[in-house]
């Protein structure tokens, strides 16, 4: 390193905080001297905040001015990796250093002393007297509640009072219990052995192996039931052997626990869990392990990305595809985008797997800067399901329903058989617009541009977009009539009632994100399926991830065509890996399985690709086109959002943008826009973009600086920039 590494006593150092200040602040080192990169408690105004060393101080100000560190806190330093990655990131996503900081630091407690703390655990017995209030205490213990919560988190997740709490700890119902000091992660056994794997899998395993050690990427390709598991943890071991720790992100918290038990069985124990639904205790654990290298494997969500590994050796993404990686609130980055980076500075392997990759992973291996290793087949004897279209020009259809008399048949042969079927509509809720008969209107959201969906189980009104709900009325709120609002179209709740209308005697499981209040409830209900406990199963997108129902032979899309209207340049790609994840489900035991897509356009080249099975050809195409077109990955783009309470200065700020647009001319690049958005408001505020779109080598984030620096923000207007955006909200 050639920086210095240590200050003794005295010595002018910057010190990088998560306040909002922008750069970092000059102070004297603490009484003993402290390292580059430790983790330091410093005086800001009257406040003391939380920071860490970042370099020298500039010697801008008399070391007389200056105030000193007031105490290293207990925790290893930064390493130079973390921080080199923080700092191209941000600069990368045009996210400032200290909110680069605080998605490295967002573990509450983290700075308290070990073991001070009073946990939260489940007791023995219930209480005499059983509320509303103490059933949810109860509930979240009972869901995520194996290390234990700290009294305001346990409070606050159950929605509950801290009194509640202490009452039910008091009738015996609540064990308190001291924090252990952080304890370190039980051993995994790399040297354990594995499933024998078949000849495709062990080739590819060996491949893996074959790069893993230093920086690269492999994109693993293998269709849904090959087995990409299998052999990722085959990199996974080769990483522990080396004494390294290794990630695995995963893009739904649902898919955890699965993961968890085969990870278990793969290596004797489990790993650390990183994600929402783990406690805080739990969290700071993990965070510090991570940092002493008393964790080997981590699972985790897109955040896991900014924990303090102390030697990275090997990221997974899996299901790379997955929308879900692209954080799209506060700082916008695309996670599985930035594991190659960060991995890049830890000099790590990552393994990006996917059966239906990403068009830019997809391109990234064809131009050979990933690396590609393909499992063309299931596992074992498993098939994958035949994919048909079902014309629905040709189909009789009664009014206000949406099962083919082509798919009921279907359905009825299966679970005749004994088998399970699947009908996946990709809507939440009973109908997605409520209309009025009397005068057309159709009921939207308060605050946004969006209709309000009915969720007839929920008795209400709800805004998909910021979560605001209503009572359903029985009159217009336009016209005030009353009794003649109506339903317009399917979500999944509706289709069950068609469901149990036409299969009176089939068991019916609905997932629905929404229907399950906890993880946990989510869990139980996929799991109850996968024994059996359902004959028919309807589901939104949720059941396109990853799981494994072995009784599943049918796979009925309801509307295929839903994806391919809209005029995102993912529309056809999105579409494309949706229905063969969701197809994917079907068959993945012994008996095979069949997927049939309802659809008004079988002639869609999508639709045709989709069925036609020649997954290379459709990337081709789309590649082909998306390169006439300059639009990535052969082109960059970057969203600028405005947002604020009235849309007016929004406009005049985005016109001016677009007339000023020197800084980007220089580069080559491109301004559309100002136009509203594609959701024009939400949550009261509205919103106007302009797209940027440049070259894949032009220098983007500094042009985009220097232009958007032109223009002066009122109060209240907000301008956020999307690097690479994903969806056009
Ligand atoms: P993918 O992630 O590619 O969809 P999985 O890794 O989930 O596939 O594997 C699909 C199923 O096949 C799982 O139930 C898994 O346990 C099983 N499986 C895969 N490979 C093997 C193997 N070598 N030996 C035994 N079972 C395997
Ligand atoms: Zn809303």
Known sequence: MSAQSWFDEGARLSVLTAEPIGRPLDYLAPEGGCFLGAFVEVPLGPRKVMGVVWGAGDGRFEAARLRSVYRVLDVPPMSEELRAFLIRMG???????????????????????????????????????????????????????????????????????????????????????EVPRDAPYPRLDPLRAGKALSDDQAQAAAALRESGGRFGTVLLKGVTGSGKTEVYLEAVAECLKRGRQALVLLPEIALTSEFLARVEERFGARPGEWHSGATQSERRRLWKMAALGEVQLVVGARSALFLPFRDLGLIVVDEEHDTSYKQEEGALYSARDMAVLRASYADAQVVLASATPSLESWVNAETGKYKRVDLAARFGASQLPDMRAIDMRDERIENVHWISPSLVGAVLDRISKGEQAMLFLNRRGYAPVTICRACGHQIGCDHCDARMVEHRFLKRLVCHQCGETKPIPTACPSCNVEGRLAPVGPGVERLAEEVAERFPDARVAVLSSDLFTTARALKDAIETIAQGGADIIIGTQIVAKGHNFPKLTLVGVIDADLGLQGSDLRAAERTFQLMRQVAGRAGRAEKPGVALLQTYQPEHPVIRAILGGDEEAFWRAEAAQREAQGVPPYGRMAGIILSGPEVQPLFEIGNDLARRTGPLQQIGAQVFGPAPAPIARVRGRHRVRLLVKADKSAPLQRALKAWVRQVKLPNQVRLQIDIDPQSFL
């Open 91 to 177: 600069e990368y996503t045009m996210t400032s250093l200290p909110a680069m900081l605080r998605l490295a630091t967002r573990t509450p407690g983290l700075f308290d002393a070990p073991g001070a703390r009073k946990v939260f655990r489940l007791g023995e017995t219930l209480p005499d007297r059983m509320t509303d209030a103490r059933e949810r205490v109860l509930e979240v213990l009972r869901d995520h509640g194996g290390a234990g919560f700290y009294l305001g988190e346990l409070a606050q997740a159950a929605g509950v009072t801290t009194q509640v709490v202490k009452g039910l700890a008091k009738a015996g119902a609540l064990i308190e219990a």
